[in-house]
């Protein structure tokens, strides 16, 4: 069976995957996804050596209990225990769990995995958001029943990683890919640059903006000159192209599902950029 990503993601690459497959090496060695998000790619390829990050924490947990079968049974019965409790009511009282500091630095590892998950199906768009103090901060979908995950698609994902055991990280995308060698195969899928009224500064609302690009394109001529292969997504835009002209750029068209504001659904242009 195919594997399927468990959460909705900003970002998620299902749309562009057989322009992904297309454009990927067609050998390497070890694979490395630096900002995993949902892991499309990943679960599509479904490496015997792979090494995936995200800068988000509670994510990770996601993973880290799809991989050990101890925290799977617990982070599946709390999945199953949050779809039994849906209500308007108590989607707030999960949420808000992150603002009451003693509780949630209580929290078990899996007990953390499973709200993240319940969240993701049940808030509004399946948005990832967070104040600026760090709080979930997403309205409720107003969903009469959430569905936490698809039963043989879980465990089908519990047996990949349970047996294929890849190296989970929660580092910065350049402390990520330090152990890549010649021959492994990175796949760069950053936030994506935008166009607009943020162009002229260095932020986005996401924290990642042009210095967080140009220290990604940076990172990406260290590893060209290592040997390893990479590949990266992006947003066609001027300074995009700009940045990536020393590699080649593939334009494709994608049909986005979600951004960051929620509209803007429809066609928009992307870039694969390889350095083979
Ligand atoms: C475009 S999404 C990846 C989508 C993913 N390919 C998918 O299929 O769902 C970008 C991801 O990068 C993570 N991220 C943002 N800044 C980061 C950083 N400096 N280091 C590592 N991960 C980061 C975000 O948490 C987010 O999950």
Redesign the pocket.
């Known amino acids: 069976m195919s594997l399927q990503?468990f959460?909705k993601?900003?970002?998620?690459?299902?749309q562009i995957m057989d322009k992904l497959l297309e454009f990927k090496p067609k050998k390497y060695k070890h694979y490395y996804?630096?900002?995993?998000?949902?892991?499309?790619?990943l679960l599509e390829l479904a490496p015997i050596h792979a090494t995936i990050?995200?800068?988000?924490k509670e994510?990770i947990y996601v993973y880290k209990c799809l991989r050990n079968k101890r925290l799977f049974k617990k982070f599946y019965e709390l999945c199953k225990q949050h779809e039994e409790n849906h209500s308007e009511e108590y989607y707030y009282q999960i949420r808000d769990l992150d603002r009451k500091k003693t509780v949630y630095t209580k929290m078990t590892m899996p007990e953390k995995a499973a709200r993240c998950v319940y969240l993701n199906k049940a808030c509004f768009n399946g948005l990832?958001r967070v104040s600026g103090k760090g709080y979930f901060n997403v309205p409720s979908g107003k969903k009469e029943k959430v569905k936490c995950f698809d039963e043989e698609n879980i465990q089908a994902l519990h047996k990949y990683f349970n047996k294929r055991k890849p190296v989970l990280l929660n580092?910065?995308?350049a402390e990520?890919v330090k152990t890549a060698k010649a021959g492994d195969f990175v796949y760069f899928?950053?936030?994506?640059d935008v166009v607009g009224e943020q162009s002229f500064t260095s932020y986005t609302a996401?924290?990642?903006g042009r210095d967080?690009q140009t220290r990604l394109r940076d990172v990406i001529k260290e590893l060209t000159n290592k040997g390893v292969l990479v590949m990266a997504s992006n947003a066609n835009t001027p300074f995009i192209q700009e940045i990536y002209k020393d590699f080649n750029i593939h334009v494709i068209n994608a049909k986005r599902m979600i951004n960051s504001k929620g509209d803007g659904r429809g066609d928009v242009e992307e870039v694969i950029i390889t350095n083979y």
């Open positions: 990503p959460v993601w900003a970002g998620g690459k299902r996804e630096p900002f995993v998000g949902g892991g499309a790619l990050n995200d800068s988000n994510l990832y580092k910065d995308f990520a899928d950053p936030p994506y996401g924290g990642f967080e």
